[in-house]
Every structure is written in C-alpha cells, then in structure tokens.
C-alpha cells in the first residue's frame, strides 16, 4: 500500500475530511489509493495557526508515527495565482490548512475514510508499508 506522512494536525485534518488538498514542494504522478501516516515529530503547539488548526479537529485525539486514513490521491495541480486565489476565496479552511505559494503543488484527495490507527515508521517521500 502507498502511504505519504505527514506532520500533525494536518494527517488529522484529513482523517476528519476537514482538508481535501495536500500542499507540497514536488510534483507527483501517482493517482490511486492512498493511506495516511502522521509522523512521530511534533510541532510547537504554542504557535497560533497550530492552535487554530487543532481547533478545527474539534478535541479529536492526536495519534503520532500511525497510519489513520485511506483516500484517492485523484490529482496533482501546480498552483499559479489564479488557483490560489480561488481556494483562498472559495474554500477559506482548505486555504488555512496548506502553504499556498506560486510554484507549489496540490495534491486532490477524494474518498476519505478513516481506519483502525496502524502503527508505523514514516518516510520521506510516498512510500510502501
């Protein structure tokens, strides 16, 4: 199974079907399923957009270094301004929730399910569990 870590909250965020849209620095051209890993990093969560991030999770537990979701990875779009402006505009949380930046990517995730949490060492990169 392809799996893709993540730092917390934002492999929660999906879980909850809060966020549709991963952002990244590189492209991918992989489409299918997809699981989702959260890394055992933790990020300060004294800093504000964390704060508000993990509001959205509505006091859901935080799991670290576990898969916790399946999706359809069902595109990979380069962000120019035009795209940027119309998530920032029309979906404003999706837009909180990512590193929306000309020359950046958006990866399209369809079909969120959350599973049975399995524990797992993450990796860089989409990588096979």
């Known amino acids: 199974m392809k799996v893709l ?5 934002w492999g929660s965020l999906i879980k909850e079907k809060v966020k549709y ?14 699981f ?4 055992l990093k933790k990020i300060p ?16 537990d ?26 920032q505009q029309e979906k404003p949380i999706e837009f909180m929730c990512g ?5 950046r990517y958006a990866w399209i995730l369809e079909d969120i399910e959350p599973i049975e949490p399995i524990s797992a060492k993450g990796h860089l990169g989409i990588w096979n569990y």
């Open 5 to 9: 870590s993540l730092m917390e909250p």
């Open 21 to 34: 849209i991963e952002t990244r620095s590189w492209k991918t051209n992989y489409r299918g399923e997809l």
């Open 36 to 39: 989702i890993h959260t890394s």
């Open 45 to 60: 969560k004294n800093d504000e957009r964390i704060k508000k991030l993990i509001s959205l999770l509505k006091n859901k």
């Open 62 to 87: 935080i799991q670290y270094g576990c898969i916790i979701a399946k999706c359809k990875l069902v595109n990979c779009v380069y962000m120019d301004e035009e795209f940027i402006k119309k998530i």
């Open 99 to 103: 590193e929306y930046k000309i020359g």
